[in-house]
């Protein structure tokens, strides 16, 4: 009684069963591969703002103790000016 791969029934319950994990669970690889990418994007936004925070703190400290810094980023941000002053300001097309 000679029985071939595909009538051995351990071997019928595990691929059925794999197949069932690989593609019909709540957890089936698709949902773990766009999982994955999900945390890849999150980590790269992580990293990006976390050398944003610093830069802004470098940019906050010299702020706080250099006034010609602080004159130039009202001037160039908030467009102030001294009372004796034109102002000219210049569009760039787009």
Known sequence: MSKTWYKNRYFIVFAV???????????NFVYQYR????IKVLQDEKEFYEKEIVKLKEQKELLSTDEAML????RETYRMKKED??????????
């Open 17 to 27: 069963l794999a197949t069932w994990l690989a593609f019909f669970d709540q957890n």
């Open 35 to 38: 999982l994955g990418k999900q």
């Open 71 to 74: 004159e130039r980023f009202a």
């Open 85 to 94: 002053e034109v102002l000219f300001l210049l569009k760039e097309k787009p």
